[in-house]
């Protein structure tokens, strides 16, 4: 891959916390950046007992605290208006997310919303700009998969048109970051299977983009290592906190790879299907993978060698071509071992989805994600990709 960019700019929350039993501290740095707390999270967390947890370490730092807990889907415009009116009326100066990535997505929507002003939507490609500083957000993650907490990106669906919007800008970065795998332990098997299969993507895309960089080149390796070597580790043996501790910072790793390098294809695509079929974020990621990986080969064979690697267990001597397809034909091994089926097999029917088709193509190429896959298809190519991940065999 030709690089020929010689300046980048990175872009990080101003602190990051990571480490077992790290949430804990979240009182401490609370209490720097605001009195009254507002916690963005969903009914499991409450019912698990985080959201508890949560409110009593704010509280024994002197914090008041207000909870939104209507997280319920993935990120939806309804949930920014919502948490916005309950920050409001309470008058919260400090956003605390607790939970998976439509918790932070949605804390971050709101946090810029609140200074900013408009609809959430207004924010889209630039159309408008969030100049004033936000509410000052902490994140912390309980899955290991989306990297939210690292990325100045959020997609929040709006509701009116069925269209995810991505939206990336400054000022949607966390202020801090507690990445804690002792909070990922619940994580059910199928969960922990998409949201690691969400990094996974994270990182390969964000290696392979056309806007990777030595230093997100060097975070998205680091990444799929971590990654693939600990995905059915967790997957298999949920229990297993080194295991877990190794995919968060992966996941960690992974998205700020991605939120200083871009997603591309994959991403384009699923957003669509999201939306319109409502499947979750890291499962259409994970269906849509491989079939994206083997048209896009032929333009990154020396980048997907590199991939292959981490697989190539015993160490053989390997062609870059033979690389390249262990790499495909291993994610492809991950995903069947996660139990990820196809777009058939979740169930959408078969001509609803193919009437959505030319839909999703337009949606998906406006994300302007698929501009900067090595490989970038054309209108009719990715009709053709939607057709062939909906019965993909893995």
């Known amino acids: 891959m030709i690089q020929t960019k010689t300046i980048f700019t990175v872009n990080s929350p101003g602190t990051m916390i990571y480490g077992r039993d790290s949430f804990e501290e979240v009182g401490v740095h609370a209490k720097k950046l605001g009195t009254r707390a507002l916690i963005i999270s969903d009914p499991i967390m409450d019912s698990l007992g985080f959201v508890n947890q949560c409110n009593l370490l704010l509280k024994m730092q002197g914090l008041e605290t207000v909870s939104y807990l209507g997280v319920t889907t993935e990120p939806i415009d309804s949930f920014v208006k ?28 709101i946090a810029v919303v609140a200074t900013n002003g ?27 998969g989306t990297g939210s907490e690292a990325t100045d990106a959020t997609v929040i669906t709006n509701t009116t048109n069925e269209v995810k919007m991505m939206i990336k800008q400054p000022a949607f970065m966390p202020t801090i970051a507690i990445v804690d795998p002792i909070l990922t332990i619940t994580s059910p098997s199928a969960i922990t299977a998409a949201t690691g299969i969400d990094a996974l993507s994270h990182a390969i895309e964000s290696y392979l983009s056309r806007l990777a960089h030595p230093y997100s080149n060097v975070l998205a390796l680091s990444a799929m290592e971590l990654i693939v070597n600990n995905i059915l580790k967790v997957y298999e043996h949920g229990d297993d906190i080194d295991a877990r501790e190794a995919m968060s910072l992966g996941s960690m790793q992974a998205g700020l790879s991605f939120s200083n390098a871009s997603v591309a294809l994959v991403h384009g695509m699923s957003r669509p299907i999201g939306a319109l079929f409502h499947v979750p974020h890291g499962i259409s990621n994970a269906m849509l993978l491989p079939a994206v990986l083997e048209y896009s080969k032929d333009a990154c064979v020396d980048r997907l060698a590199d991939i292959g690697n981490f697989f190539n267990k015993e160490g053989k001597y390997l062609t870059q071509e033979e690389l390249a397809d262990l790499a495909i034909v291993s994610i492809k091994e991950l995903c069947k071992r996660m139990n990820i089926g196809n777009l058939q097999q979740w169930g959408i029917e078969n001509d609803a989805y193919y009437a959505a088709i030319p839909k999703m193509a337009v949606d998906a190429i406006a994300s302007g994600s698929p501009g900067n896959n090595p490989k970038v298809p054309t209108y009719e190519e990715l009709m053709e990709l939607y057709k062939m991940a909906y019965h993909y065999e893995f």
Not at 101 to 108: F, L, M, N, Q, V
Not at 133 to 139: D, E, G, N, S, Y
């Open 118 to 144: 408009g609809y959430i939507g207004d924010y889209m490609k630039m159309q408008k700009v969030a100049d004033k500083t936000p509410i000052p957000h902490i994140a912390i993650p309980t899955t290991a």
């Open 82 to 109: 919502e948490g916005l009116e309950v920050l409001q009326a309470q008058q919260c100066d400090v956003i605390i997310s607790l939970g998976g990535g439509s918790c932070i997505d949605t804390a971050k929507a």
